[in-house]
């Protein structure tokens, strides 16, 4: 296994990490937090003052001490005063201290949680492009461990702030009343201490940033392994998938290690620069004592408001290194928060709220971002409402990429998608998507119950309703089969589900919807034909004036249609019922020749077979 100190190169990140230049800039990623605090600025600003409060009587403690010991030294002991005067100071210290620590802890959970919901809701509007440069296991990684580094600062950041500069204020104020002389010498080394304090926090946010990095590699490794755990299983490839996850693990332990060594000297050095001033203050100001130039009690005294001072001093680093660690978290964070979403929604008045289900393609060209061509080409047609109709073709020739675009998971160009006479683009996206249901060629199921899933956008539905789309998409015999019923748990992404079933699952949800369009992406791809025969018939009577459109490969699925469409490389090469296609002899008749089992249709598939293979030699030749 690599060791920490050895191992540099990732493994697993597609792009290389550059590392950013050390400095103190990236700090002002903080001041996007401003706006969360802003919104609990009544808490923040009574938290502050109670620490503050709270501070200022701890200062009071070393001045009852001073008169204490002072009285002692002069044999006339009184120290029933200093001592109630400790005590009520720290009572009063305790309760102050507690209330605004409550008060402040409130606020980093009420902030965290805000901006988790944002990260969240933003997340949910994004599209494909969105998740190619962001990884699911990424996104989880931000959603939690960064929103943790950015939340301590939201409460705490101010408070530390403002009570390091109050500290050294106050302390200061009562070290130049003991002894201003004793005062000027303990402040030599600070500027020294600062200097370190903020040099070495540059260096810190590079690091830090890397390791978060390196902890979205971890993840989503790890999520990416688990959804595809039957596949690694099934190749045997557990060996690989653990020697991988190593790699990954190990760098992402090399870079907490090299993170860790880095704030362990920053903990080390600060507190090793600001024992000067204790020396200072047991050397001179020993001195001071002896000669009686001060007193024994003044002596303690300073000494206590010299921790008051240097204390913060001293833990600049440590917070320091807070603040650094929450900007790298904080730049990661609106890094997303900042991606516009491919998809914009800007409805038009004019737009109708509910769609009755005439669509039209006018001149309809896609191509994906990146592609060196057009996916869907020129493609000109119009659906009348309550037609069935059916897109068949080869794979990649754009079947799906037609259905996607009336939702908008792609987006068409303005003037070439229109349902009810209005540009798609018109519709507001909430609308579009509630009354068009599009049921995808993968299915996907929540881990949740049969019903939860069935009723997804609705889960106050009744019953009949239910079990009618059951009943359409051929589940409910899968569903007596199961000893919970409907209320079986189908586990992550419907693993206790066959194929079918989820395809069938799927089906019965989009159905459930009743809406004006319903799009069909294959969903019958893994369903046997006499199944699917059952539900095709079902559903064109059920179905009738409201619209429908079918993909598939299987001419048994397309001859149910009133209309077929012929797809290949993106144009629509045949149009018409399935009886004229037949007619026509071209590529659906050849096609249906090839997936028929019929006496009369033997001899042509045979050919058709024999024509591949030659076509295949010549390729391969």
């Known amino acids: 296994m690599a060791q920490f100190g050895q191992y540099t190169a990732p493994v697993y990140r597609r792009q290389r990490i550059v590392r950013a230049r050390p400095s103190l800039k990236h700090l002002a990623h903080l001041k996007r937090l401003l706006p969360y605090a802003f ?38 002991p009184d120290i029933l005063l200093p001592v109630m005067g400790i005590l009520g100071v720290v009572l009063v210290r305790s309760v102050i201290s507690i209330f605004s620590s409550r008060l402040l802890r409130r606020v980093a959970i009420a902030t965290s949680y805000d901006i988790r919901k944002r990260y969240f809701s933003h997340v949910q509007t994004m599209g494909s492009a969105f998740f190619n440069q962001f990884g699911t296991g990424d996104v989880m990684a931000r959603s939690s461990g960064d929103i943790a580094m950015v939340r301590s600062v939201v409460a705490y950041g101010w408070v530390q702030v403002l009570t390091f500069a109050f500290s050294i204020l106050v302390g200061l104020c009562y070290m130049l009343f003991l002894s201003p002389k004793l005062t000027l010498l303990v402040l030599i ?44 299983q099934a190749m045997a490839q557990e060996k690989q998938e653990i020697e991988r996850f190593e790699d990954i693990s190990t760098r992402y332990a090399s870079l907490i290690y090299r993170t860790a060594k880095y704030r362990a000297k920053m ?26 130039q001060i007193g024994v009690g003044t002596f303690v005294a300073f000494f206590a408001y010299m921790h008051m001072v240097t204390g913060p001093i001293g833990s600049l680093g440590g917070w320091l290194s807070s603040f650094t660690s929450a900007a790298a978290a904080t730049q990661r964070l609106f890094e997303v928060l900042d991606y516009q979403p491919e998809i914009q929604s800007n409805p038009v008045a004019h737009a ?57 998971f792609n987006d068409p160009q303005p003037g070439t998608l229109f349902i009810d006479n209005v540009d798609i683009r018109g519709y507001p ?9 599009l049921i995808p060629q993968d299915p996907f199921l ?39 019923g409907m209320g079986t748990i189908v586990g992550e992404r419907g693993i206790t589900l066959s194929g079918g079933q989820k395809q069938r699952a799927t089906l019965a949800r989009g159905l459930i919807r009743d809406a004006a369009v319903l799009a069909m992406d294959d969903c019958f791809s893994s369903v046997d034909t006499r199944t699917e025969e059952r539900i095709l018939r079902r559903l064109k009577s059920i179905r009738k004036g409201r619209t429908t459109l079918l993909i598939s490969h299987r001419v048994s699925t397309a001859r149910h249609a009133d209309r077929i469409f012929v797809m290949d490389r993106g144009r629509i090469v045949e149009s018409g019922n399935h009886a004229e296609l037949m007619a026509h002899n071209g590529y659906y008749a050849n096609l249906e020749a090839v997936q028929s089992n019929q006496d009369q249709d033997r001899k042509r598939k045979a050919a058709l077979l024999r024509d591949l293979d030659i076509e295949v030699e010549v390729v391969s030749g």
């Open 39 to 76: 919104t609990y600025r009544s808490w923040i600003i009574l938290g502050i003052t109670g620490i503050l409060a709270s501070r200022l009587c701890e200062a009071q403690v070393p001045m009852f001490m001073r008169s204490a010991i002072d009285s002692l030294a002069l044999g006339d």
């Open 189 to 232: 080394p600070t500027p020294l201490v600062a200097y370190l304090g903020i040099t070495m926090s540059r260096r810190l946010f590079p690091l830090v940033r890397e390791q978060r990095q390196a902890m979205d590699d971890v993840t989503s490794f790890t999520s990416e392994n688990l959804n595809g755990i039957r596949t690694v």
């Open 267 to 292: 903990n080390l050095v600060m507190p090793f620069v600001t024992i000067s001033s204790t020396l200072i203050i047991l050397g001179y100001g020993g001195q001071q004592v002896l000669t009686g």
């Open 352 to 408: 109708p709220t509910k769609m009755i289900g005439e669509i039209a393609f006018k001149h309809f060209t896609y191509r994906y971002p990146g592609a060196g061509e057009d996916v869907v080409s020129d493609i000109s047609l119009s659906i009348a409402a309550g037609e069935v109709v059916a897109f068949l073709g080869r794979i990649g020739c754009g079947k799906s990429t037609v259905l996607k675009s009336l939702v908008r």
């Open 429 to 437: 996206l909430e609308q579009l998507r509630s009354q068009i249901a």
């Open 446 to 484: 929540f881990s949740l119950s049969i019903r939860d899933n069935l009723t997804y956008d609705n889960p106050e539905r009744d019953q009949p309703p239910i079990d009618t789309a059951a009943q359409l998409a051929e589940l409910v015999e899968a569903i007596e089969e199961f000893p919970d």
